[in-house]
């Protein structure tokens, strides 16, 4: 089999122990807390009620289980293809390791668009422009500069996402704390039940909180451009994990110090700069309106850089087909533009809120087979637990089927488009590959 645990596609601006620790883990908390905080808050209140800082602790837990599989993966094989090569190595280069890697590939350009389209909201906030043309302009123009940044190289994309994340984790932990103790660590949240939320709305929103964590994804998207990657992969996964946890909750109960559930909600798409006037007033709503373009705008970077590394993994590995359209260069920078050009195009196009969703059934399908893969064929190979791999794939079942029960309650059609989008996928790349597994995939997954 070839090897795959080394970027071949010939672009010398990304190399072997390019981005430190702390630029890896600057990605991924760019990722999990720009799309957490700024884009799903109020979406995760809608499902769980008052106990919705909860539900950022209960995501954290299952993604802690579901990063296990991720770590001891990547610790045996850094690559720069992350989680294709993670499919690759279980299933071989078969449709289900290419459909499953496509489900990630689409869940994070989902991501991209959302974030971004939140990152106008935001913006846009301050001239009550809550609609219109401008918002899917912003949205564009973000991404457009996150691709800007990211064909200046690893060590631009490391460097930036290292001081943007240093300044938005200080500035919305502090705005936490302010509006604790503005409000005199009363929680406002807790005063208003006008809707009822049941167990199943709670676990229901932990699937939202799952997709606010994935970021830590972009690491082992970039695991062959960490130094030293057998040890810092897993290091950082679990300390962008961790500081992700801290920033949420500070945040949670900073918005729900200040506002009602129905407020929340009613101001899902920018929240926090909803919280702020009333716990620290103008100065403090135009902080916060900064900080988030701040984390949006380098989750959209961290999220660009990290697919496209993944889209060109799949393209070596012969697992999606490839056209260079007449552009020049690398394939590495030809992912880069279709990224880009499929997240402008649902910035503009869609309802991202809604896509959003879609975003969390493809993710969590698509760990769930990571799980079972790791479980099936190379549990003993790199010395994982059988229990904690299949504790990770039940927990993502249960999620799984709460959020479905839910959707099929409130929006059926979305659970409709998303089974009809992963099984147009997995035929895709049946047709494509004519296989659903490679041969080795079937015996002893030997190099």
Known sequence: MQKHDKNHDGNDDY???????????????????????????????????PLFPLAFIAGAIVTSFSAYSYIKMSNAWPSAGGIAMILQKCYGS????????????????????????????????????????????????????A???????????????????????????????????????????????AETFGVT??????????????????????????????????????????????????????????????????????????????????????????????????????????????LTMLTEMKMIPHSHFGMSGAVQRHMLVYTVVIASTLAVLFDLGRIASLGAFFYLVMDMIIHWGVFRYRRTEVGASSIVLLSALSLDAIVLAAFTVMKLQSDPMIVLYAAVGMIAVFAFERVYLSRWLAPQAAHSHGE
């Open 15 to 49: 190399r072997e122990g390019s981005i430190s620790l702390g630029g890896a883990v600057a990605m991924g908390t760019g990722v999990m807390i720009g799309a957490g905080i700024f884009a799903l808050t109020g979406q995760i209140a809608q499902l769980a009620g």
């Open 94 to 145: 078969g449709a289900v390791a290419a459909g499953a890697a496509l489900l990630m590939a689409l869940s994070m350009v989902i991501a991209e668009s959302l974030v971004a389209r939140t990152f106008a909201t935001y913006v846009l906030r301050p001239l009550d422009i809550t609609g219109g043309p401008l918002v899917p302009v912003l949205a564009v123009a973000v991404i457009v500069f």
């Open 147 to 193: 691709f800007l940044v990211n064909i200046a190289g690893n060590r631009s994309v490391g460097l930036f996402s290292l001081v943007m994340a240093a300044i938005k984790i200080g500035g919305i932990a502090l705005f936490g704390i302010a509006a604790l103790w503005s409000s005199g660590f009363q929680f406002a949240a807790a005063s208003e039940t």
């Open 201 to 310: 709305g709670f676990i229901a929103s932990v699937a939202l909180a799952i997709l606010a964590f994935k970021g830590f994804t972009t690491i082992t998207n970039s695991g062959g451009e960490i130094t030293d990657p057998h040890r810092n992969v897993g290091r950082t996964i679990m300390l962008s994990i961790a500081i992700c946890v801290v920033v949420y909750l500070l945040v949670a109960f900073g918005v729900g110090a200040s506002l009602t559930i129905d407020e929340i909600i009613a101001a899902r798409d920018y929240s926090l700069a909803q919280a702020a006037e009333p716990a620290l007033g103008q100065v403090g709503f135009y902080l916060t309106v900064v900080l988030a373009a701040v984390a949006t705008a380098s989750g959209v970077l961290a999220s660009v850089f990290a697919v496209s590394r993944m």
